[in-house]
């Protein structure tokens, strides 16, 4: 039985609603026995948590996306910081920079990620990274704020193979989502390859990025098998050769049901 974890969701998204309990039938079904649900600000990874506590199958990551950075303040710091007293989040996340849409000015940005890698570091819990089209200050706040401390993943990862490696070298796991399965993603592809098999992770980052044969249609946790089965064929494995070592690296990647609630 292939077992298989989708590391990043959007299960409070409005699209979900009134459906989760088919849709999490369905990931079941697929293979997919643990999801995790993250946050993109405040309301969001309250939900979350809340249906981590709801659905045995759910974890919960806490954190305010670049687009929403605005947001960051000390009393919404604080305010993830006690959501992840529960046992059921497993990171931070997600943060980063979003230099495509510019939603927040880049320099409220680059603080915010600051700050959650902070709060990360004093919580001991690894972070999830939303990176796009601003590598180079990733990589450089990553290294400033000392992410080798907590560890963690890029994201729905878009970036260089060179990016990748320092990455790695700096102790993060690389995640892949629907985009490798899509005909022009060569690239993409390309470096998926050349990734170790001990730093990789799937996704599928849904309602987003639905993978092939079912893009252009609403995602969902049950087509991180597509992902899983895309980067099998690529590293010329099988996928129930692959899917244990998928499980084995986000047990590592994750902090699962921590025995101390973290204050």
């Given amino acids: 039985m292939i077992r298989l974890i989708d590391t990043h969701t959007h299960l409070t998204h409005e699209d979900y609603q009134g459906e989760l309990d088919r849709i999490l039938a369905r990931a079941c079904e697929a293979g997919v026995d643990r999801i ?85 570091r004093r919580l001991n819990l690894p972070v999830i990274i939303h990176s796009r089209d601003a590598h180079g200050d990733t990589l450089r706040i990553l290294r400033e704020e000392r992410i080798e401390q907590v560890g963690g993943v890029l994201h729905c990862f878009s970036g260089s193979w060179e990016m990748a490696r320092e990455a790695m070298e700096m102790g993060l796991f690389i995640s892949f989502a629907g985009p490798l399965t899509f005909t022009n993603a060569r690239r993409l592809a390309a470096i998926a390859e050349e990734i170790p098999l001990d730093r990789l992770l799937v996704e599928t980052d849904c309602p987003y990025l639905t993978p092939v044969p079912h893009r252009g249609k609403r995602n969902e946790p049950a087509y991180v098998a597509l992902v899983a089965a895309r980067l099998a064929e690529l590293k010329g494995m099988a996928l129930d050769e692959l899917a244990p070592i998928l499980w084995e690296n986000s047990e590592a990647a994750f902090s699962w049901e921590r025995d101390d609630a973290h204050g």
């Fill in 36 to 120: 995790i649900t993250v946050g993109y600000d405040l309301p969001s990874s309250i939900e979350g948590l809340r249906l981590a506590d709801q659905y045995s199958e759910v974890y919960a990551a806490v954190g305010i996306h670049p687009h929403d950075a605005t947001t960051t303040t000390p009393d919404a710091l604080e305010d993830l910081a006690q959501l992840c007293r529960s046992p059921r989040v497993v990171a931070i996340g997600e943060t980063g920079l979003d230099y495509y849409y510019d939603n927040s000015p880049r320099e409220v940005q680059m603080e915010s990620f600051r700050e959650h890698i902070r709060l990360a």
